[in-house]
């Protein structure tokens, strides 16, 4: 799998919106971009996932850079529970392939 | 209803024991996971299994023996275990893109 690159650390207002970086400039034509985030004592959890085009959910958006080789995930209003490590991942992910997480970003949220 | 679900959540014993961890998912999967996450929060996967069948082995020292009873289930048995087994244990399952993780498994070697 390619390589993501994100900074180890951000620091966001409690109800401001937070913009998390990844960069994967090696990523290729089938890679998909996943998100994932752990919160404290719990196991990752899904966030959101796109291929080409901006997607969003009801966690979060994801912003995906016109060449693929980077993409931001947007929390719109950061609140105290959004603190965790998020985790930008590529895949390929034919069904059996497993997710290759790397340090992730660690996501302080302040009252 | 939780999807995946891990038995125990903590477990304490000591160097040389046997231990097994339980995972069970409820979401019709045919992929499951084992994950290890040390103490630097690294997670890494261990194994890969693709219905009831072992797909990855990620040098996973021998002592580690994944056993998937049905689609549903992926225990993880260790033997011996060693000091160094001390981590966070995840159990995971996934389908059409999307992974849904267990709460983990809090193992402490004395």
């Known amino acids: 799998d390619a390589k993501t690159t994100q900074p180890n650390s951000m620091e966001s207002n409690e109800e401001e919106p937070v913009h998390l970086p990844c960069n994967h400039s090696?990523?290729?034509?089938?890679?998909?971009i996943h998100w994932y985030r752990q919160l404290p004592s719990q196991g990752p959890e899904y966030v959101i996932h796109?291929?080409?085009s901006n997607v969003n959910n009801r966690m979060a958006s994801l912003a995906i850079a016109e060449d693929r080789k980077s993409s931001t995930l947007i929390l719109h209003r950061a609140t105290l529970r959004d603190a965790a490590v998020y985790y930008c991942?590529?895949?390929?992910?034919?069904?059996?392939?497993?997710?290759?997480f790397g340090k992730g970003t660690r996501l302080s949220v302040i009252a | 209803d939780t999807a995946v679900s891990q038995t125990p959540k903590y477990l304490v014993t000591q160097m040389g024991n046997d231990k097994s961890i339980k995972c069970e998912q409820n979401?019709?999967?045919?992929?499951m996971y084992w994950y290890k996450q040390d103490s630097k929060k690294f997670l890494k996967i261990m194994f890969s299994?693709?219905?009831?069948?072992?797909?990855i082995n990620e040098t996973v020292p021998n002592r580690f023996s994944p056993k998937s009873p049905d689609k549903a289930h992926l225990n993880l048995h260790i033997n011996s275990l060693e000091l160094g087994d001390s981590a966070v244990y995840f159990c995971?399952?996934?389908?059409?893109?999307?992974?849904?993780f267990g709460q983990g498994t809090r193992l402490t070697v004395v």
């Open positions: 299994y693709n219905n009831k069948e072992l797909i």
């Open positions: 995971a399952s996934s389908q059409e893109r999307r992974a849904f």
């Open positions: 979401l019709g999967h045919d992929t």
């Open positions: 090696t990523i290729s034509g089938t890679d998909y």
């Open positions: 991942i590529l895949s390929s992910y034919s069904g059996n392939t497993p997710l290759v």
């Open positions: 796109g291929l080409t």
